[in-house]
């Protein structure tokens, strides 16, 4: 507990302390909130990290542009690898490098999920207005009194605190969104994929990386993969992505002979660097992966924020770059309307096109690392799409670079432009030309 008595005009509450809700505080308060944070989990800093159940995450510039706006994009970088593009593996072990961007500014960072909140935990502790509680779930909410049921973990005593604005960004399997659908105050879907994940550790051989640790390495096997990304102490957190049942599934691996025998056929230049492999199997849990859809996000003064309003699965690597640009939209708004409804209405008013649009792109991209990367048409078509950026810089940029590297570009604006410019990559393909005038020319016809 940090803070616990803090005092100050009606603090603004947060339900979560996750990596989106310490955020959304640490911006507050450097607008002089009072912020209290009140999360079911306990304090990271002094409980065991449980391994396998988180995939790595990938840290882009909307995500690094919200960490340097609440001041903790330095104390968080010592913690992060570059990863300059994919290291494509292919089944005869031959590797491929597809560079993400055309510069070296174009790199996108990975870091373990449990650092990235310590270090915002550590950075929140040290914030005079901000107030941390652990161990203090959320099991119930009054929209019209403006109260939150909670119950001390330890204790198991509850108790009702009010609030007079309630964020609540305690993530996909938010209690919040749980106990307002429960009171019929909103309706939330989950698409769920028929893919399943399970991580596995691949760990530095002679204290060193055991591939090269300035990439996404990649394994794309059509309908399924396995990706690594590198961690700071030299190890690779990998990420197996199957199917949940079918002639090649996680059903179809009972045993570590199967998951051996799989391995050796399908990744064999991963297999040795997993010589635990049937272990990490048995002891790490088989996660679920969803996208979810609530409307509306907004109940009187409470709203819901990042993976609590719109989970999305994680291949194009933004749940967390949106969650964190989430807090970005938000603190500004309540800079310009203040701490009430009316800022919550205008968030979910602006928010919703962009996180609609990349749960779509999320998904599209889930089916290109797996199976279209792996095709020579695919590698012509970014030769492409490289050269049209390079005659045309400020008309024709990748929805990928889009995504990772222009936050001035929201994702439902990278969606429609991506669209139009797969239109004009067709027809230059089709005539086999990447002629300057003629690209020129499609781009006038589609107005870009």
Not at 106 to 123: D, F, K, P, Q, S
Not at 236 to 262: I, K, N, Y
Not at 333 to 354: C, Y
Not at 405 to 425: M, P, S
Request: hydrophobic share 45%; proline share 6%.
């Amino acid at each position: 507990m940090n803070n616990p008595e803090i005092t100050g005009a009606s603090p603004l509450t947060v339900i979560g302390a996750g990596p989106a809700g310490v955020l959304l505080a640490l911006l507050l308060a450097r607008r002089g909130h009072t912020v209290r944070i009140f999360e079911r989990r306990a304090d990271p800093r002094t409980s065991p990290e449980q391994p396998g159940r988180s995939i790595n995450l990938a840290l882009a510039d909307r995500g690094r542009h919200a960490l340097e706006r609440a001041d903790v994009l330095e104390r968080v970088s010592a913690h992060m690898v570059s990863m300059r593009g994919r290291q494509l593996h292919d089944e005869d072990g031959q590797q491929r490098f597809l560079p993400y961007g055309q510069n070296e500014r174009e790199v996108i960072y990975a870091i373990g999920r449990n650092r990235l909140t310590v270090e915002l935990i550590e950075a929140a502790s040290a914030q005079p207005r901000i107030a941390l509680q652990f161990n203090q779930r959320c099991v119930g909410i009054d929209p019209a009194g403006q109260t939150v049921r909670l119950r001390d973990g330890l204790t198991g005593a509850e108790r009702d605190e009010p609030y007079e604005l309630l964020v609540a960004a305690d993530g996909a399997a938010s209690a919040v969104r749980q106990a307002l659908a429960a009171q019929q105050r909103l309706k939330f879907t989950e698409s769920p994929l028929d893919h399943d994940y399970k991580e596995l550790l691949i760990a530095p051989v002679d204290g060193r990386y055991a591939m090269e640790p300035h990439a996404l390495h990649l394994w794309p096997r059509g309908g399924y993969m396995l990706i690594a990304l590198p961690n700071t102490d030299s190890s690779f957190t990998a990420t197996l992505f199957l199917p949940r049942t079918g002639p090649v599934s996680f059903q179809s691996l009972p045993d570590g002979a199967a998951q051996r025998a799989f391995f050796a056929a399908r990744f064999p230049d991963a297999l040795p660097l997993l010589p635990d492999l049937t272990a990490q199997f048995a002891s790490h849990p088989q996660g679920r992966l969803a996208s979810l859809h609530c409307h509306p996000w907004q109940v009187g003064a409470a709203v819901l924020l990042g993976d609590a309003a719109h989970a999305i699965v994680p291949f194009h690597g933004q749940g967390l770059n949106s969650g964190f640009e989430d807090c970005v939209l938000l603190d500004e708004l309540i800079a310009q309307h203040g701490a009430v409804p009316a800022a919550l209405a205008r968030f979910e008013r602006l928010r919703r096109p962009d996180v609609e649009a990349i749960a779509s792109i999320s998904i599209q991209n889930y089916r290109e690392m797996r199976d279209t990367v792996r095709a020579p048409a695919f590698a012509r078509r970014q030769a492409l799409a490289a050269e049209l950026e390079r005659q045309f810089p400020n008309r024709f940029i990748p929805r990928y670079s889009m995504v990772m590297f222009h936050t001035e570009i929201g994702y439902a604006e990278a969606q429609r432009r991506g669209a139009l410019q797969e239109r004009i990559l067709d027809r230059l393909l089709a005539a086999g030309t990447d002629d300057a005038a003629q690209a020129g020319a499609l781009l006038d016809e589609f107005g870009l």
